[in-house]
């Protein structure tokens, strides 16, 4: 496999569920990005790890829980969502510069999971 | 007020005619600026980066920064029907680690025959 690989596509889940968006890069990169897209706004920056740490969290509610293994493994836990949680999740991944290093700033993006909350 | 602001559209084109874009950013120590490409359906691709003040041409493509006016556009010449997408452009400060983009909320192209 190549690039950036999301699992599911599709979700459809109930507020009380559990479940969990997976994403993969084969790409050799050291930072991994959740985005969420929601109609008629902007791409939103949700978690980003770099060196698999964590190095931003955009004051995302606790519903949502990402976890990172390893640099090529990113994880996005659901629970107890809402209706508005409704989107299309994209997973990333990057070179992240480190020091001197220019960012490229070229974000590779999964095909997204596209979640459905009843 | 938005970070990345665009005019949603659609802005619509005909065919070998040129698209301009356009976008102005808040944050002024935004050093890095770049246009993704988003197909109706599928994910954002980069197209264009742009570093420094003024004009930078990659084929069809022409990128402008005005880094005081804090604005930067995007002009596609000789359009075709295949840049018919939503363009979203993108801002960052570089760091150490853990750069990420903000983006805007994209403007939307149509490129008539």
């Known amino acids: 496999e190549t690039g950036v690989t999301q699992t599911p596509r599709h979700l459809v889940m109930g507020m009380t569920n559990k479940k969990s968006l997976k994403c993969e890069q084969h790409?050799?990169?050291?930072?991994m990005y959740w985005y969420k897209q929601s109609a008629k706004k902007p791409l939103e920056l949700m978690f980003v790890?770099?060196?698999?740490?964590?190095?931003e969290n955009n004051s995302v509610p606790s519903r949502f829980s990402p976890e990172c293994p390893n640099s090529s493994h990113l994880f996005l836990h659901l629970h107890t969502l809402q209706p508005e949680d409704s989107a299309l999740y994209l997973c990333?991944?990057?070179?992240?510069?480190?020091?001197?290093?220019?960012?490229?700033?070229?974000?590779?993006f999964g095909e997204g999971s596209r979640l459905t909350v009843l | 007020q938005k970070e990345v602001e665009q005019n949603s559209g659609p802005l619509s084109v005909p065919e070998g005619a040129i698209a301009s874009l356009n976008c102005t950013y808040s944050d002024r120590g935004s050093q890095s600026f770049f246009w993704y490409r988003q197909y109706s359906g599928k994910s954002p691709e980069l197209i264009m980066s742009?570093?420094?003040?003024g004009d930078k041409e990659d084929g069809r493509f022409t990128a402008q920064l005005n880094k005081a006016s804090q604005y930067v556009s995007l002009l596609i010449r000789d359009s075709q029907p295949s840049d018919s997408a939503t363009y979203l452009c993108?801002?960052?400060?570089?760091?150490?680690?853990?750069?990420?983009?903000?983006f805007g909320g994209g403007t939307r192209v149509l490129v008539k025959p």
């Open positions: 990333a991944s990057s070179q992240d510069g480190g020091g001197r290093d220019k960012w490229t700033g070229e974000l590779f």
């Open positions: 790890y770099s060196l698999e740490e964590r190095v």
């Open positions: 790409l050799g990169h050291n930072a």
């Open positions: 742009i570093y420094s003040n």
């Open positions: 993108a801002v960052t400060l570089i760091k150490a680690a853990g750069n990420k983009l903000t």
